[in-house]
């Protein structure tokens, strides 16, 4: 394994971009590569089987320009192939795949004084029970679960706050304040970036988990115990692709969201990226 190649990261859009923040923040010596599947995203409408495939598509791309580490920065796609890509690169390949339930849940666990522990995320995220089956280990601790769709449009529209957004909310949010939860988990990548209208909206003594900073640390430990940090001293490289053809509007999307470190963003023409589909009758 070649201790100075890039980590790559996938979503299906921005939303893992969170997830990029934190990695490039407590690993500032790092190369990026992200892809945003935005020519296939949303993800959370779409049936898991899809999203399975799209998803390993990213990573198989991302194992062939020969990353060190690969990270789903999506909850979605979590949900959907982790198990899978752990076994097709991490216990084949021998490279580390990171996700982001798990880092979310052991987060939420350390968190929450009363044990009611609000869960928010996509439809596909929630209805795969991801989370809520993560949290049985401790029998004390009651799970109210919401999907919110519409606040990945907002997020992708770059809104962040105003009536629209507060009033679908507060809509989505009512189940989690009459359960009256302590703690909730941001279950799906995107919502960070709308985190001070859902605080807004919870209520100030409500603490929300996002799995960015979480998951970071998984990906340092990863490379601190696999021993693959990158040793180079020139300047680490951050590159970031869009699946769509959407290269100005997820460029600026991105600078908003993740800074001057997005420098350049690389477009793939919908369809080039080959789905695990088309790469099985390849192989066949
Ligand atoms: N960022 C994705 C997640 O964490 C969701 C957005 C989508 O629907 O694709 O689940």
Do not use: W
């Not at 991801?130 to 907002?154: G, M």
């Amino acid at each position: 394994m070649n201790s100075n190649a890039a980590i790559g990261i996938i979503d299906s859009g921005v939303g893992g971009l969170t997830v990029a923040r934190a990695v490039i923040d407590q690993l500032p010596n790092e190369s990026i590569r992200y892809i945003g599947d935005t020519a296939n995203g949303p993800y959370g409408p779409l049936p898991i089987s899809e999203v399975r495939d799209h998803a390993l598509a990213l990573l198989e791309s991302l194992a062939d320009q020969g990353v060190k580490a690969l990270v789903i920065a999506c909850n979605t796609a979590s949900a959907a192939m982790f198990r899978d890509a752990k076994e097709r690169y991490s216990d084949r390949l021998g490279i580390p795949v990171i996700e982001v339930i798990q880092p979310a849940v052991r987060t939420a666990v350390t968190r929450t004084r009363t044990k009611r522990i609000g869960v928010i995320g996509t439809e596909g995220t929630i209805k795969s029970r991801a989370y809520q089956d993560s949290f049985v280990a401790d029998p004390e601790i009651v799970v109210t679960a919401a999907a919110c769709p519409r606040f990945v449009e907002f997020v992708e529209a770059g809104v962040t706050s105003g009536d629209e957004l507060f009033a679908v909310a507060r809509d989505y949010l009512q189940p989690l304040k009459d359960a009256k939860v302590d703690t909730v988990v941001l279950g799906c990548t995107h919502y960070p970036m709308i985190s001070a209208a859902i605080q807004y909206v919870m209520g100030p003594d409500v603490s929300l988990v996002s799995s960015a900073d979480a998951t970071a640390f998984e990906v340092y430990q990863s490379l601190v115990s696999h021993n693959i940090l990158r040793t180079d001293s020139s300047a680490p490289t951050h590159s970031f692709e869009t699946t769509g053809d959407d290269t100005v509007r997820f460029e600026t999307l991105a600078h908003r969201f993740l800074g001057l470190e997005v420098n350049r963003v690389d477009a793939f023409p919908t369809g080039t990226i080959p789905t695990i589909a088309d790469i099985n009758e390849e192989t066949q």
